[in-house]
């Protein structure tokens, strides 16, 4: 079966709302960088403002807009991904049970620390009652979700489906990760250096293309512990299922931040598996969170729709390609879980 990309938007380090970024990116030369913030008065009201955290209002206004770019009203499911959930309002609880010596607790910080808040009231805003699913498994989780609304698809439950992935970023958070060495990147040049980012994505997947569809999805594929070896013949299977060839791969997205540990398992897949193509660093542009491949999905997707890639997003700064019909995705987390993922021009 055929699913496809009919719209997706995000809201991270790169213009809100908006694909600005593909012509005019903002590069940032910070250690670490928030979100840049939308104007939530002109999507929300002031008091679905003060009900929600800040995820959540970016999660619901992106899902509105994702859709109605789309035109769906209301989507056949909703499936999200996030590695860590609302975890600004989870501090805040684990710090009033502290303080409060365990009374008097706010009963809204305990229900949206919880990581299905997301996917909840996305659904309870657009008064969808349809399936309903939220995936955490830190680094992979938007390829859960994508893999099981894959499925859904494929068990011809649904005609089209919204798929998200959300990530913020707290001090507590960015000083306990940065003690592990998360974020030991290593300045290459005044343009592209990665930092800690933040991260939300939102997705209309469909059964049906048409002229407005961004690209097709061929392949998801999730391993756990591969060799280099079952790696490069899961990427040789994927392609003679697709039909497609090595040399049909215009470029494959990877997620080197410059962190050795991070980025020996990109490194030996590039110089073994698609040694002459073209590598994609987007982290040195959206930065990274435990949900930077779905804005690595997201960037994929207009790249395909835009037929280019532009030189900046390119590891070694080359000339922008043109004419892109085949982006092959490959993540890991902690070199344990792996993805890939092959979107073609529809």
């Given amino acids: ?43 929300l009201s002031p008091l679905q403002s003060r009900r929600m955290c800040n995820l959540l209002k970016r999660a619901v206004v992106l899902s509105k807009k994702t859709l109605k770019d789309a035109n769906v009203e209301i989507p056949d499911a909703i ?117 800690a980012s933040e991260s939300a994505v939102s997705m209309a997947l469909t059964n049906k293309k048409d002229i407005n569809s961004l690209c097709e999805i061929k392949a998801v594929e999730l391993l756990y512990r591969p060799s280099a070896e079952r790696l490069k013949q899961s990427v040789n299977e994927i392609l003679e299922k ?19 540990a991070n980025d020996d398992a990109y490194n030996h897949f590039i110089n073994n598996v698609l040694e002459d193509t073209p590598v994609v660093q987007y982290k040195s542009v959206f930065g990274e969170s435990l949900s930077s491949s779905a804005l690595a999905v997201y960037a994929a997707a207009k790249c395909l729709k835009n037929n280019k890639i532009p030189a900046f997003l390119l590891k070694n700064g080359e000339k922008e390609i043109n004419g892109v019909k085949n982006i092959l995705l490959y993540n890991h987390y902690k070199n344990k879980s792996h993805s ?7």
């Fill in 79 to 195: 499936v999200s991904g996030t590695g860590l959930g609302c975890i600004e309002n989870t501090e805040k609880f684990l710090s009033s049970i502290s303080e409060n010596h365990e009374q008097f607790l706010q009963p809204t910080y305990f229900m949206q620390s919880t990581h299905n808040i997301l996917s909840s009231t996305i659904a309870i805003e657009l008064k969808c009652h349809g399936y309903n699913n939220t995936f955490v498994h830190r680094g992979v989780s938007f390829e859960h979700a994508l893999f099981d609304a894959m499925i859904q698809f494929q068990n011809n439950r649904v005609n089209n489906l919204l798929l998200g992935s959300y990530e913020e970023l707290t001090d507590d958070y960015y000083i306990f990760f940065g003690r592990l060495g998360v974020w030991d990147f290593q300045p290459e040049n005044d343009k592209r250096r990665c930092f």
């Fill in 242 to 260: 697709t039909g497609c060839e090595i040399s049909d791969i215009d470029a494959v997205f990877v997620g080197l931040n410059t962190v050795s």
């Fill in 340 to 346: 890939l993922i092959l979107l073609s021009l529809c």
């Fill in 1 to 43: 079966m055929s699913i496809f990309i009919q719209s997706a938007n995000q809201i991270s380090v790169q213009q809100p709302l908006t694909d600005e970024w593909f012509e005019n990116p903002v590069f940032h030369t910070e250690s670490r960088v928030h979100f840049q913030d939308p104007d939530f008065k002109q999507y």
